[in-house]
């Protein structure tokens, strides 16, 4: 199995302001991903980071406002941008390989935006 | 996007008992994963089970997955007070690839 880590564990942070999150797994993998769960809510899909390659972005969701980086295959991040109290969630990143169908994921950053 | 439904939404049960969860989804599938959550904290991984399989055992979990209707369900037996948490399935279209989640239920065991 993975271990991911992230960081920061939780955040407070002011309108306006951005906020860059770190993964980080113990074993090269190919794809990472990032999801959002806002509060009482189910996790969704923000992107899908490969190393060496822009990142995949669903329906809803803009580089612009969550810009993530993939410099090598055991580490991604992802910034949360001018930031609104709308954005104030857990973010999850996770991740898969092509053979590992299992998913884990690290233990989320809790950010609140006042 | 959410995949389906997940059924109930919320479950509270006396522990002891059995607390059965269903999920449903629309697309087909290469696997289907169950996780659960406490307290807003991170996903501990629980047990998948792939599109060519019925049925799963992992200690007191049993998942079954029946592709023609697409829907699942995990059975807990002899329910904990700390198996108390927000479960969730998640589907995956191929192997390794992003994970589409359900609505999740939330369980609540009382000792």
Redesign the interface.
Known sequence: ?AVISQKPSRDICQRGTSLTIQCQVDSQV??M?W?R?QPG?????IA?ANQGSEATYE?GFVIDKFPISRPNLTFSTLTVSNMSPEDSS?Y?C?S?????????????T?LLVL | ??QGEEDPQALSIQEGENATMNCSYKTSI??L?W?RQNS????V?LI?I?SNEREKHSGRLRVTLDTSKKSSSLLITASRAADTASY?C?T?RQ??????????TTLSVSS
């Open positions: 199995s190919t794809m991903f999801y769960q809510q189910s996790l969704t899909l899908t329906s857990i999850l996770s898969g390989t092509g053979a590992l169908e299992t998913q884990y994921f690290g233990p989320g809790r | 996007s959410q290469n696997n994963q996780y807003g904290r991170g996903l991984h998948l792939r969730f998640a995956g192997a390794g690839t992003a994970l589409i989640f359900g609505k999740g």
